[in-house]
């Protein structure tokens, strides 16, 4: 077993998942660390305008980011049963075809985002004086396309071996590039709101050739000419893995654009105080991404070894740390959210009070409902682990229902404010999905142990 690889199957459940979510959570955190310095700088030296052109884009880029992770986490579900399953020749094969299929998906999505994006974002009413700067950086996101799928699957396949200390490297390594390079192309060679999005995909480029550079020392994963040979009932079985969690991934983003439409039409005071919260979004989660693909990779090498006793108590101790870790971080966010949030607000613009009063309402709503986005993030790993990619994305199709509905009934009747409900709403939406099937497959599972 190589150093850069680690089996679940074996060892005390909770010691394993905390061990492998530590670093994901460091990793999120640095991760988050570029998103709050390209908002940060965007906001603070470019203007309240700038900002704003940043948050008319938040859910194309959710839908860029939704489907290029739907399909790349779809792939490492199979690679995780495969590895916790000793099958290393499945596990090439399923390597190669991922390669390949990453391949072609990014290509067709890159022409498919920079034909598409303008018209998109005059569909969603986006303010004349910010659709250049909108359109701009998110044509450039789409350009580098194939170098975030490349991130993406890498970091994926790391991960399902068990290994979630280099994706952290890799993304360290990535977050004090970028936000080098914001500095440099934002303040001294003044490309504008472009520079942050170039800084952005040569970060990730970074970090894709430090995970390749760790993978090429895994003899499990070592691929020939043959395993990129496409197998075309692999092909499907993993696009039946992956395309479920992408279709999830878009229409809850399209349901986020839905919303965008609806907070364009309130200025761009309520626009800018809508994107200032949604880039604190990724700290509120931040335990249950973490622990969500903890799960997924535990839950899918013992599903591949069939030891599902095993994945019952991992789970529970999982889940429980996980949302443990909710009610601290929503408590810290009600103390010092108004202190957070002007990281990201200029106090220079005339609209700045307006701003801040309606972003700390939003923050303080979604951080009391913040353990409702736990058990969804959790309950649906878990799922997804046993290969079960459907109801997730069934959970999606709530979720679009609840957030558009919300965003489009409520403000008839309580003005904007009504929008601010629209995301709560969305996660409760999916827990009732999520939920019932979990506690039906944990029933399962403890039969079969």
């Known amino acids: 077993m190589s150093e850069n690889t680690k089996i ?13 979510a530590l670093p994901l959570v460091a990793g999120n955190v640095f991760q988050l660390m570029y998103t709050f310095f390209d908002t940060a700088i965007v906001g603070k030296y470019l203007g309240v305008q700038a900002l704003a052109a940043l948050g008319a884009v938040e859910y194309l880029i959710w839908l860029l980011y939704g489907i290029v992770q739907g399909i790349t986490q779809g792939f490492s579900i199979k690679m995780a049963q495969d590895f916790g399953a000793g099958d290393t020749k499945s596990l090439k094969q399923v390597v190669g075809n991922s390669t390949v299929l ?94 942050a999005a170039i800084a952005t995909l040569i970060a990730q480029g970074a970090a894709s050739i430090y995970c390749f550079a760790a ?91 069939k030891l599902f006793g095993r994945i019952r108590s991992g789970t529970k101790s999982g889940m429980a740390l996980s949302l443990s870790c909710s009610f601290v971080i929503s408590t810290v966010m009600i103390i010092f959210g108004k202190t957070i949030l002007t990281l990201f607000v200029s106090t220079a613009d005339a609209d700045a009070a307006k701003v801040m009063d309606t972003a700390y309402q939003y923050l303080r709503l979604m951080s009391l409902f913040l353990p409702t ?4 993030w959790l309950t649906r790993s878990v799922i997804q682990g046993l290969g079960n990619t459907f109801i997730p994305m069934v959970s999606g199709i709530m979720e679009f229902i609840m957030r558009t509905g919300s965003a489009l009934v409520l403000p ?33 599972m403890k039969k079969n142990s």
């Open 8 to 20: 679940m199957t074996e060892g005390k459940p909770l010691p394993i998942l905390v061990k492998f």
């Open 102 to 195: 990453s391949i072609i998906s990014s290509i067709i999505l890159l022409l498919a985002g920079v034909f598409s994006s303008q018209p998109i974002l005059k569909l969603l009413h986006t303010p004349d004086e910010i659709l250049p700067l909108s359109t701009l950086y998110i044509n450039i996101l789409f350009c580098g396309l194939p170098v975030i799928f490349a991130y993406n699957l890498l970091a994926g396949l790391l991960r399902s071996l068990g290994n979630s200390k280099t994706p952290l490297y890799a993304v360290v390594v990535s977050s004090i590039i970028n936000i080098a390079l914001d500095l440099l192309f934002v303040l001294v060679f003044k490309w504008g709101i472009a520079g």
């Open 215 to 305: 993978l090429t020392k895994i003899p499990e994963v070592r691929i020939t000419k043959s395993e990129f040979k496409v197998n075309v009932s692999l092909g499907k079985k993993l696009y039946m893995l992956g395309l479920p969690l992408a279709v999830q991934g878009s229409i809850i983003a399209v349901g986020g654009m839905i919303v965008e439409f609806v907070v364009n039409s309130f200025g761009v005071a309520f626009i800018a105080a809508y994107v200032a919260v949604t880039k604190l979004y990724g700290l509120l989660e931040i335990a249950a991404t973490s622990f969500g693909f903890a799960l997924m990779t535990y839950v899918g090498q013992n599903h591949g070894a």
């Open 373 to 376: 986005l736990y058990l969804l």
């Open 412 to 444: 008839l009747f309580i003005g904007a404010d009504g929008i601010l409900y629209a995301e709560v709403l969305a996660w409760l939406g999916a827990d009732l999905v999520l939920i019932p099937k979990f506690i039906l497959m944990f029933k399962q």
